[in-house]
């Protein structure tokens, strides 16, 4: 995944975020748009995390310090 597919997975995510804080969601569907919406936003960032690590590390896979 490439750092605008991340991005995109964080918009998604906060959309679905959103839409139930704003109560536009009925209640069953509610419970999965946290879910997946919280799940996007931390897999989208831990993408943009990853590709702004230094090369050497990402292959290493040690955190620097």
Not at 8 to 24: D, F, P, R, T
Request: aromatic share 10%.
């Amino acid at each position: 995944m490439n750092k605008w597919a991340a991005c995109g997975a964080i918009a998604v995510g906060a959309v679905l975020l959103g839409l139930y804080l704003a109560e536009a969601v009925a209640y069953p569907y509610s419970i999965f748009a946290v879910i997946a919406g919280t799940g996007l936003i931390v897999d989208g960032g831990r993408r943009i995390y990853q590709h702004l690590r230094p090369q050497e590390v990402r292959e290493s896979g040690d955190l620097p310090g």
